[in-house]
């Protein structure tokens, strides 16, 4: 009889086990934006950070190319840390291992920016890789930013072909520079991660992976979207905590998610649930569940489909945005360091009980009506709609008019040309 028990309880604790999630690695793993110019106040707050989670231990910054006068070993120092090094990982040296060994000793792993296709194609399955997967698997640091925030996650964009633009992107959903690595570093698993995200429009890119990875492999990672001077600090419970400048933009594949892409064309994603969180804010990664809000958050007064008295037609070269009855149409390009400031316009209209903020490419054009939004079949671009109706908090944290938006439970669209959104909305993305 004890050993039919035990053997029931051996093979439930088999199965448990092989339906488990991968781990999270049991250190800290640390995701910035971009935009750190590894000095002032924003770099004195994040290394300090790294240096208390690594117990003052020691620290190594990697990289794959020289950078001259490089001010981060010594600022780690300063900051407390034991000692810090910096190591050029190029495909020779990441062949060798001879800083294999330096790494895992340390406590703290900082990967600089630059391209991840470097990262990717010189450092895989190499001992680099698995030392800095160490450092992680024994309660350390290990932080990126850029292109080393970009492979901390399980899917990483890789660049292989070059930065894919949004506006390339909104104008044919297969296009060939959307390349994709996934197992590379993993230390946080079911996350992809992007960055410089908000000033260079990088929402329908990530949209679009997100898609590309439900549709061709049959998984629906968590896509964190981190703005410059911004970091989502994860710990070992799986818990991640905005700090910052910026948001950190959460995009979630639901069940009321679908998607269409087709090589030449312009992307068609309906109901993808939509967040961005500002300082202050804790997520469960693996979900994107918010676990914690940013102080001044207020819940959002209802919002309706904007009432006209006429159909209105916007287009991406109409300026100024006209915003009507809670509908604010963004109609700038998606242009580098442009983007940054039509999507807080958007995102405050939003947070103040706004209803819709479109977002269009100079060759797309919408036609608000009172009950839908249609995208005319001879425009060149998808057009991008946040939909807020459903959306059950946001706050605008600070006064000025660049300060980051808190929104939750939005809806995301990318409306291909001859597509329309009825006033009538699915069910809210709810919060996992």
Not at 9 to 19: K, M, P
Not at 141 to 165: M, N
Request: glycine share 10%; charged share 20%; hydrophobic share 45%.
């Amino acid at each position: 009889m004890q050993i039919r028990w035990f053997a029931v309880c051996l093979l439930s604790a088999f199965l448990t086990a092989a339906a488990a999630p991968a781990a999270f690695a049991q250190g800290w793993i640390v995701a910035e934006g971009g935009g750190n110019d590894n000095q002032g106040p924003w770099a004195e707050r994040l290394f300090r950070l790294l240096v208390e989670r690594g117990g003052s231990g020691s620290a190594v910054v990697l990289a794959a190319v020289e950078w001259q006068e490089d001010p981060r070993p010594e600022l780690l120092r300063k900051l407390g840390a034991k000692s810090s090094t910096k190591f050029v990982v190029d495909q020779t040296a990441a062949q060798s291992g001879a800083a294999a060994k330096s790494i895992e000793a340390a406590r703290v792993v900082w990967i600089a920016g630059g391209d991840q296709s470097r990262y990717v194609n010189w450092w895989r399955n190499t001992a680099i890789e698995n030392a800095i997967r160490s450092v992680a698997q024994k309660q350390g640091v290990v932080g990126g930013t850029r292109a080393g925030c970009a492979i901390l996650g399980e899917w990483t964009y890789d660049a292989q072909r070059g930065s894919l633009s949004p506006r390339e992107i909104l104008k044919d959903a297969r296009h060939g520079d959307l390349t994709l690595t996934r197992g590379f570093l993993g230390l946080v698993p079911g996350v992809l991660f992007d960055t410089h995200f908000t000033e260079r429009g990088r929402l329908p890119r990530m949209a679009v992976m997100l898609a590309s990875i439900n549709i061709d492999h049959g998984q629906t990672p968590v896509c964190y979207g981190v703005d410059p001077r911004t970091a989502l600090v994860v710990g070992p419970d799986g818990i991640g905590e905005v700090i910052g400048e910026g948001t950190v933009t959460v995009l979630r594949w639901t069940d009321a998610t679908s998607a269409r892409l087709e090589p030449g064309k312009p992307p068609s994603i309906r109901n993808m649930s939509y967040a961005r969180l500002a300082e202050g804010a804790k997520v469960e990664v693996k979900t994107g569940r918010v676990t914690a809000r940013p102080a001044g958050v207020r819940p959002r007064e209802a919002s309706t489909w904007p009432m006209l008295a006429e159909p209105l037609t916007v287009t991406g070269s109409d300026a100024p945005a006209p915003t009507v009855d809670g509908a604010a149409i963004s109609t700038q390009t998606f242009e580098p360091r442009m983007v940054w400031e039509h999507l807080v316009v958007v995102g405050r209209a939003l947070a103040r009980g706004g209803s819709l903020g479109i977002l269009l490419d100079e060759q797309s054009s919408a036609t608000l009506t009172g009950d839908s939004l249609s995208v005319p079949a001879e425009s060149g671009a998808a057009v991008v709609v946040i939909d807020a109706r459903l959306a059950d908090q946001a706050a605008v944290i600070r006064d000025d008019r660049r300060g980051p938006v808190h929104l939750e439970n939005a809806t995301l669209h990318l409306l291909a040309p001859g597509e329309t959104l009825e006033a009538s909305p699915a069910a809210a993305p709810a919060n996992p």
